[in-house]
């Protein structure tokens, strides 16, 4: 076992079947229950962590820890600012504890990206296209100028919409989504 990351071990099909069949759990929970249970993140999570360093050794946990942060940090965001799903953010969090760092930062990217393609899909379906649109564009320019100092953070959470028709895209199909992309991803590319 002579590497410490996640995304270099001799066993990428258990690491790549437990995301992608957890991916799947969470969109079918998600769309039928409308949230992603504590019940499937919480010993996901968990068993990540466990796995890393019987996959790669001990220094692995390290990047297994790392993945789970970068991997939950913009959806703990998101959850605190815009409106997004708890749930989200502990179901990246415990992919991240799979993927490491390497894998997944292609896994951030790929479930970014179909979440936004899937949730303009969504609000055109909705009919909510161009009251989503500007939303995106108050909340990103006010987003730039929190990060250049020029806007407080109550002022960007200030942006975020208070009207709530109670139907919020499930977000799980887009990690599903995203994870898979990221698997092809790192199919093609990366091996």
């Known amino acids: 076992m002579g590497t410490t990351a996640l995304g270099h ?5 258990l ?10 759990g969470a969109a079918i929970l998600d769309a039928r229950e ?14 990540g962590l466990a796995a890393a360093p019987l996959l790669a050794g001990w220094p692995a946990l390290a990047d297994s820890l790392g993945g789970a942060l970068l991997l939950a940090l ?3 965001l998101l959850f605190a600012f815009g409106g997004g799903g708890a749930g989200d953010a502990k179901m990246m969090a415990a992919l991240g504890a799979w ?3 390497s894998l997944g930062a292609v896994a951030l990217v790929c ?12 609000a055109l379906w909705r009919r909510r ?20 100092g020029r806007a407080s953070a109550a002022s960007l959470a200030a942006t975020v919409p208070t009207q709530d028709d109670g139907v919020k895209m499930p977000y799980g199909a887009a990690i599903l989504a ?6 092809g991803v790192q199919q093609t590319w990366l091996s």
Request: charged fraction near 5%; proline fraction near 7%; hydrophobic fraction near 55%.
């Open 178 to 183: 995203g994870s898979l992309l990221a698997y």
């Open 9 to 13: 071990h001799p066993m990428p099909l």
């Open 34 to 47: 409308h949230r992603i249970p504590n019940a499937l993140t919480f010993p996901l999570f968990f068993a």
């Open 129 to 148: 296209a161009v009251e989503v649109g500007r939303n995106i564009g108050l909340f990103t320019r006010l987003g730039f100028a929190f990060l250049a």
């Open 74 to 76: 913009p959806y703990v």
């Open 111 to 122: 479930v970014s990206a179909s979440g936004t393609v899937l949730g303009l899909c969504f």
């Open 99 to 101: 993927l490491g760092l």
């Open 15 to 24: 690491q790549w079947g437990v995301v992608l069949g957890a991916s799947l």
